[in-house]
């Protein structure tokens, strides 16, 4: 079980925040942290890129939901960048889709943020 | 005359304890995964068990204040495998204690509505006292 979190600033000065692995009750605060950590720092524009995740629980869910709340109280806002269809699957049926702008590519992510 | 409907046979019953703590979960995930990899299900609905027995233990260590551990007892049977997730202190309460049904829980979560929406069936009685104990059915093909 494993997870990988790595925060970069891309040229548009949006944070993009990547994630690899499993994000599940053990892994997620780590999760947390590091969206916490951005929004702390005044970044309320994020793009969290899910290409590499294998799986999410509610609590990884939960993490980005909670990271959507806080920054929607700056005027920001989250994006995700998704292609796996059974975590694609997980928002269809919780109705997150309604919430997160979720894109096929971070490209299309950062652009909506503008 | 035609053969009657052949009917479900029961394959087996495979049963896990581990400690109930966070990263404890996945060997869970995993072992579930690879009890319905025994039968016909298809990836998607391996996926589907694997999310919804996490969610499970997830309810269990959330809910149960600092119980020891969780029991995970899956019966395959050639149309479907149902799980039982339960915390310790329904172990330790013995037979005689199991309620016959099943007790509504107020402000449930994303976890209980992920179970709901991924298995064919599902019972449940999340109490701080007297313990979490989920009872999960998915069918084969359904």
Not at chain 1, 6 to 20: C, I, K, N
Not at chain 1, 75 to 103: A, E, H, R
Not at chain 2, 111 to 133: H, N, R, W
Request: hydrophobic share 40%.
């Amino acid at each position: 079980m494993d997870i990988k979190v790595h925060v970069r600033e891309s040229e548009d000065d949006a944070y993009v925040v990547e994630l690899g692995g499993e994000i599940d009750v053990y892994t997620s605060p780590k999760v947390k942290d590091a969206i916490t950590e951005l929004i702390d720092q005044g970044h309320y524009n994020l793009v969290i890129n899910l290409e590499k995740v294998r799986y999410i629980d509610s609590t990884g869910l939960g993490v980005l939901i909670g990271g959507l709340k806080r920054v929607r109280e700056h005027g920001g806002t989250v994006n995700l960048v998704c292609t796996n269809p059974q975590i694609k699957k997980i928002f269809d049926i919780t109705g997150l889709v309604k919430i997160f702008g979720i894109f096929d590519d971070e490209a299309g992510a950062k652009k909506a943020l503008a | 005359m035609n053969a009657p409907e052949t009917t479900s046979e029961h394959l087996g019953t495979v049963e896990l304890r581990i400690p109930s703590k966070p990263e404890w979960v996945a060997v869970a995930r995993l072992a579930v995964a690879a009890i319905a990899n025994r039968l016909p299900f298809s990836v998607e609905e391996i996926e589907d068990l694997k999310l919804a027995i996490a969610e499970a233990c997830t309810m269990c260590i959330q809910q149960g204040g600092g119980t020891e551990s969780i029991d995970i007892t899956c019966e395959a049977a050639t149309s479907h495998l149902r799980v039982e997730v339960r915390d310790h202190r329904y172990r330790e309460r013995g037979d005689a204690a199991k309620r016959p049904s099943v007790i509504a829980v107020e402000g449930e979560g994303l976890g209980i509505f992920l179970i709901q929406a991924l298995m064919d069936k599902l019972d449940y009685s999340v109490d701080p006292q007297l313990g979490t104990e989920l009872v999960m059915t998915k069918r084969v093909g359904a």
